[in-house]
């Protein structure tokens, strides 16, 4: 039964994809794809064009909804909603036409590009960094223009994404690609410079929130090949992403239990949960989350902000978010308190303590040692289920665990944040629940998100990987890394691709879930198999 299921839902996708990519000629027809030379600041869609953004989403005039907000206006939208006033009401007015005739396309990057799948995976992803390569941008449309050239994950995902970055330089230091780590991490800087933060992704859309905190992973990177001064360089972009999540921690209360991305817990601790700073529909998902919210019965308000809490968590989505069984309306993320989050902060704090020490600044260095310690107290207390012996995510509104068992769990290992024996539980859960044939579930429920049983994620394979090696687990750490090589080299030997996410438990190459088509590229995959295949002494030298 469930490989029917996952076959029908490869037709649906497929079908999707089809109709896209037909809707994508016939509009590519009707005008140049060339992108016009940007001359003004980077626009937010949702907001310059108002009444006609609503209606070309809801009308569905591309089938996937992040189209029309990564194309490119023609004219100044001034311009735009001035004809759109004029010609919306009379009898002949097309939206479709009146779209192709102001906007153009998203660019797509021509690379003549084609899989050969003579070459071994490893040579094949080598030669896929320069067709994921973008160059230092110009400001066009959505897009918040980088000073850099960088790695985007590939597919609909034509922009950098914050945690992505991450893993895809994972497989970068592999290469030898040290100058696209620096140009990636110096990009990530001039975005806490200018923007106070680092977004999702480089795209206007994306200015309510961020994705799990990996800068700080990201310089440690670098400090590895150029040393510890590396450290010191960052020390200030490391201390304003900090203060971004604590943003309102001091004026925490009692009578004021929760700001933006800070929760004060019952014991006076504070730890952190994921936000959005818009209680509105995506833009690049607004469609689906009007319709959504329509259907729910939900204070809508309240439901936009918890899907755009579970996008900055990167898992969007999965019943680790859900308070009823399989269904999305009853989304609840900004209630929760992540297990990885809160790993991912304590390895921030520990990391400005780290580079306050190189600069020389001993008082700094125990404050954020301090602000680790307690961290880490706050975290086993409220989120080491006792029971099962595993951390889980806890709901502060309730005062109790959420009970999913996740990959999440997989963080404090990561970090080094537990004792041995709770790490041999750990790993005890990981090995019995969680390993499957090619590689770690994301979460023990089969919920039709793409955060969900049976799909497994490149970054969580890595995190488990590292984490198990860690506590002396190195065999099943291997295993493990073992499954989830053998199965992303069948799955390109079938069809060529690196993809996003792989179907762990089950025959099928395409894993499904999710409100867009399997996307193929792929930066984090990439990064995380070449990372894998050295580690486990499987590349040629």
Same mark, same amino acid.
Request: with cysteine; charged share 25%; net charge neutral.
């Given at each position: 039964?469930?490989?029917?299921?996952?076959?029908?839902?490869?037709?649906?996708?497929?079908?999707?994809?089809?109709?896209?990519?037909?809707v994508?000629?016939?509009?590519?027809?009707?005008?140049?794809?060339?992108?016009?030379?940007?001359?003004?600041?980077?626009?937010?869609?949702?907001?310059?064009?108002?009444?006609?953004?609503?209606?070309?989403?809801?009308?569905?005039?591309?089938?996937?909804?992040?189209t029309?907000? @990564?194309?490119?206006?023609?004219?100044?939208?001034?311009?735009?909603?001035?004809?759109?006033?004029?010609?919306?009401?009379?009898?002949?007015?097309?939206l479709?036409?009146?779209?192709?005739?102001?906007?153009?396309?998203?660019?797509?990057?021509?690379?003549?590009?084609?899989?050969?799948?003579?070459?071994?995976?490893?040579?094949?992803?080598?030669?896929?960094?320069?067709?994921?390569?973008r160059?230092?941008?110009?400001?066009?449309?959505? +897009?918040?223009?980088l000073?850099?050239?960088?790695i985007?994950?590939?597919?609909?995902?034509?922009?950098?994404?914050?945690? @992505?970055?991450?893993?895809?330089?994972?497989?970068?230091?592999?290469?030898?690609?040290?100058?696209?780590?620096?140009?990636?991490?110096?990009?990530?800087?001039?975005?806490?410079?200018?923007?106070?933060?680092?977004?999702n992704?480089?795209?206007?859309?994306?200015?309510?929130?961020?994705?799990?905190?990996?800068?700080?992973?990201?310089?440690?990177?670098?400090?590895?090949?150029?040393?510890?001064?590396?450290?010191?360089?960052?020390?200030?972009?490391?201390?304003?992403?900090?203060a971004?999540?604590?943003?309102?921690?001091?004026?925490l209360?009692?009578?004021?239990?929760?700001?933006?991305?800070?929760?004060?817990?019952?014991d006076?601790?504070?730890?952190?949960?994921?936000?959005?700073?818009?209680?509105?529909?995506?833009?690049?998902?607004?469609?689906?989350?009007?319709?959504?919210?329509?259907?729910?019965?939900?204070?809508?308000?309240?439901?936009?902000?918890?899907?755009?809490?579970?996008?900055?968590?990167?898992?969007?989505?999965?019943?680790?978010?859900?308070?009823?069984?399989?269904?999305?309306?009853?989304?609840?993320?900004?209630?929760?308190?992540?297990?990885?989050?809160?790993?991912?902060?304590?390895?921030?704090?520990h990391?400005?303590?780290?580079?306050?020490?190189?600069?020389? @600044?001993?008082?700094?260095?125990?404050?954020?040692?301090?602000?680790?310690?307690?961290?880490?107290?706050s975290?086993?207390?409220?989120?080491?289920?006792?029971?099962?012996?595993?951390?889980?995510?806890?709901?502060?509104?309730?005062?109790?665990?959420?009970?999913?068992?996740?990959?999440?769990?997989?963080?404090?290992?990561?970090?080094?944040?537990?004792?041995?024996?709770?790490?041999?539980?750990?790993?005890?859960i990981?090995?019995?629940?969680?390993?499957?044939?090619?590689?770690?579930?994301?979460?023990?429920?089969e919920?039709?998100?793409?955060?969900?049983?049976?799909?497994?994620?490149?970054? +969580?394979?890595?995190?488990?990987?590292?984490?198990?090696?860690?506590?002396?687990?190195?065999? +099943?750490?291997?295993?493990?890394?073992?499954?989830?090589?053998?199965?992303?080299?069948?799955?390109?030997?079938?069809?060529?691709?690196?993809?996003?996410?792989?179907?762990?438990?089950?025959?099928?190459?395409e894993?499904?879930?999710?409100?867009?088509?399997?996307?193929?590229?792929?930066?984090?995959?990439?990064?995380?198999?070449?990372? +894998?295949?050295?580690?486990?002494?499987?590349?040629?030298?």
């Amino acid at each position: 039964m469930e490989s029917k299921h996952i076959n029908y839902k490869r037709t649906f996708y497929s079908f999707i994809f089809l109709s896209f990519w037909a809707v994508s000629q016939v509009f590519a027809q009707s005008v140049s794809l060339e992108v016009p030379p940007a001359a003004t600041a980077p626009v937010a869609p949702e907001k310059a064009y108002g009444e006609l953004f609503k209606q070309i989403q809801l009308e569905a005039i591309f089938p996937d909804s992040k189209t029309f907000v @990564d194309c490119i206006p023609r004219v100044p939208a001034k311009e735009i909603m001035e004809q759109y006033e004029k010609q919306k009401d009379k009898k002949n007015f097309i939206l479709k036409s009146f779209v192709s005739k102001y906007f153009s396309l998203p660019p797509q990057p021509s690379s003549g590009y084609k899989s050969d799948t003579s070459l071994s995976i490893e040579a094949h992803i080598n030669t896929l960094w320069p067709v994921l390569t973008r160059k230092p941008d110009e400001a066009g449309g959505s +897009l918040i223009p980088l000073p850099k050239s960088y790695i985007v994950p590939g597919g609909r995902f034509g922009e950098v994404y914050y945690w @992505d970055s991450y893993f895809t330089m994972l497989g970068l230091q592999v290469s030898g690609k040290t100058a696209m780590i620096q140009n990636m991490v110096d990009n990530f800087s001039h975005l806490i410079e200018t923007q106070g933060f680092i977004p999702n992704g480089n795209r206007t859309y994306y200015k309510g929130r961020s994705q799990p905190p990996f800068y700080a992973l990201m310089v440690g990177l670098l400090a590895k090949d150029k040393g510890d001064e590396v450290l010191k360089k960052y020390l200030p972009f490391l201390e304003k992403e900090y203060a971004f999540w604590m943003e309102g921690s001091s004026d925490l209360s009692e009578s004021n239990v929760a700001h933006r991305r800070v929760v004060r817990m019952p014991d006076g601790s504070v730890l952190n949960r994921y936000w959005d700073d818009y209680a509105e529909p995506r833009p690049e998902s607004y469609k689906e989350d009007y319709k959504l919210a329509q259907a729910s019965g939900r204070d809508t308000e309240q439901l936009y902000r918890d899907l755009r809490a579970a996008c900055e968590s990167g898992w969007d989505f999965s019943t680790r978010w859900l308070a009823s069984g399989t269904d999305l309306s009853s989304i609840q993320t900004t209630k929760i308190i992540p297990v990885d989050l809160n790993c991912l902060l304590y390895n921030l704090e520990h990391t400005i303590a780290r580079a306050a020490k190189v600069a020389g @600044d001993e008082n700094k260095t125990i404050q954020y040692l301090q602000k680790a310690r307690l961290r880490k107290t706050s975290l086993m207390k409220y989120c080491f289920d006792i029971r099962k012996r595993y951390y889980i995510d806890y709901n502060f509104v309730e005062k109790k665990s959420t009970g999913i068992i996740s990959m999440a769990g997989a963080y404090p290992l990561f970090f080094g944040i537990t004792a041995q024996d709770e790490a041999d539980r750990i790993a005890e859960i990981l090995e019995t629940k969680l390993l499957k044939d090619g590689g770690f579930l994301t979460t023990t429920t089969e919920s039709g998100q793409q955060w969900d049983a049976p799909n497994g994620w490149a970054p +969580l394979q890595w995190i488990a990987y590292a984490g198990l090696k860690k506590y002396g687990y190195d065999d +099943l750490a291997s295993e493990a890394a073992q499954r989830w090589i053998s199965l992303n080299k069948k799955v390109y030997k079938n069809t060529g691709k690196m993809v996003e996410k792989y179907i762990v438990s089950g025959t099928e190459d395409e894993a499904g879930g999710g409100e867009y088509p399997l996307q193929d590229g792929f930066g984090w995959s990439n990064g995380v198999l070449l990372r +894998l295949m050295k580690e486990e002494g499987m590349l040629k030298k």
